[in-house]
């Protein structure tokens, strides 16, 4: 056996050193040390995505709470939704969006002073 081939545990066959499923059986192969990290989608990328998006949920959904008391803040919230949904957030996004355009709509019939007004 050379450097650039090892042996499917699962039915001995030959196969190159970074396939990750056996080409006769079909069984998932381990990976060598090192080959998760230099991936597309390492864990430290997978984690800095995770903050960004956290981020982007934070500060779209102030910013959809603001927007009851001053609408034109609420485009930030779908903005930042629009964001998290390119994050592949789907859903969280899609809530953001939704609920920031209903604030703005209450923002803009009067929802402050209706607010304001019963204290």
Known sequence: ????????PNCG?????NAEVCPKCGAMQAQPMGSYAT?????????QSRKRVGMFL?????SAVA?????IIGIASIV???????NKHVSAGVVLIVV????????MTGFAEGFFGAL
């Open 80 to 86: 930042l939704g629009v964001l998290t949904i390119r």
């Open 100 to 107: 920031a355009a209903i604030f703005i709509f209450l923002g």
């Open 1 to 8: 056996m050379d450097q650039g081939t090892k042996i499917c």
């Open 58 to 62: 934070l500060w779209g959904w102030l």
């Open 39 to 47: 991936g597309p989608a390492s864990v430290q990328e997978q984690v």
């Open 67 to 71: 927007s009851l008391f001053i609408p």
């Open 13 to 17: 066959t030959k196969m190159t050193i």
